[in-house]
């Protein structure tokens, strides 16, 4: 039979108990149904519609063991046993409602009821879970933080603490410390939103009924993560670090221009050792000769000693090729912006297959370019002068192989038509189409 709850409405559902099998019994002969054994107290058997049912309130929990007896008028007899196991009725104040909650970083966790949010460094509204029954209950706290509360107590996490009472309720209170982001912490860590699951039992311990509440901390707004800049001078600050070159030794220091007292860490140290490069947390120093090129993302943390407030901030590092050009005569220029290695591996360029089997890299592929007006610092490649030109120049600075190009005018004739704009659009189009798919053909029409 179908399980019940103490004090709630309960119906098993139609009973079906025959005579014995062979005897000369009829469909429209009058049956007497009757109970044996320990019927749930509450719960009578009912003719419904010529159909038995168990039905009625439950007024007490437990495990109930009897059997159902059909006799016919010549006294054939069947019986069949049932069990039936009534729960206490427990309460869960705040309600159980399943719920997600999406946290920074598009992470998220779930659980019955989220609880609001705390706010790093700012004093929490205390919330109270309470769990009310006609039984005699218990309860226990637990958490993914390593709470564990069987009889009244209180445990801490991140500031916050939680107490179990004697009179069956949860008091979480306090000030947290550090707000709460998993895709910025390490795994397993502090940075793991609360989820605290709270337990009933009865004082036999064979019933019991749980509820999670989960609690997410906010950053302040004083810890937002563009707070973690680099110090290039202790006067200059940037919101990311100047490219390094492979090969060639590095240094970037990490500093909170809006206050000091920190201490500072990287949470993710292995995308450095493994260029052969060092963070030295006291200094807050990034160093070391890095071995090859690529774009690393870097996750800073800083502490607040005093708040225990975190900020974290991720810096993206690039390390430029060690021989950018072979070329004597050109004088490579710091990076300011994004290299064409970091745009092919952001995209995925040099990975991919496209329909029809296209190599994402260009080759064997012509590429046109259509723009308003020529760029007379672009040649084609069979001119004289291909060695000067600017895009000549883009492709020994990253080392990109001269493929084929070809300036025409788009309307025939030769007569190309001077830009009416910044020729260094023009220039750009070509120089960065050239870079993604770097290995095609491409005449370009102006």
Known sequence: MPSGTENVSYSSGAIIASVVAGQSSTSDQTLTWATTGNVPPGLKLKIIKGTPELTGKPTAWGTYSFSVSVTDVKNYEGTQPFQVTISPAVTFTPLPATASLTLRGGSSSQADTVLPNGVAGTPYSPQTISVTSNSGISLSVTSNSGISLRKPGTKSWNGLSVTLTASNTVIIKGTPKTFTNPTLHKKGSSGDPLELTVTAFTDDNKFSDATTYLINVEPASSSSPVAIQVDYDQTTYNDFPTAATAGQPYSATFVTPTGTGFQ???????????????????????????????????????????????????????????????????????????????????????????????????????????????????VSSNDPNYDNSDLHQFNQQFGLPDSP?????????????TSVGDVGETTQDVEWVHDCPRRHHHPAGV
């Not at 090129?293 to 005093?306: D, E, F, I, R, S």
């Not at 190009?405 to 038509?417: L, S, V």
């Open 264 to 378: 500072f860490s990287l949470m993710n140290s292995s995308a450095v050792t493994s260029l052969g490069m060092t963070f030295d947390a006291a200094l807050a120093t990034l160093s070391g000769t890095p071995s090859k090129p690529g774009l690393y993302n870097l996750v800073v943390q800083a502490k607040n000693v005093t708040s225990g407030v975190v900020e974290s901030c991720v810096f993206h590092l690039t390390v430029n090729p060690s021989s950018p050009s072979s070329d004597p005569g050109i004088t490579p220029t710091p990076s300011s912006g994004f290299t064409p290695q970091q745009i092919r591996q952001a995209y995925g360029l040099d990975q991919i297959t496209l329909s029809g089997g296209i190599i994402g890299d260009g080759t064997g592929q012509t590429v046109v370019i259509i723009d308003g007006g020529d760029a007379p610092n672009l």
């Open 405 to 417: 190009f070809f300036k025409e005018d788009a309307f025939g004739g030769t007569n190309i038509p």
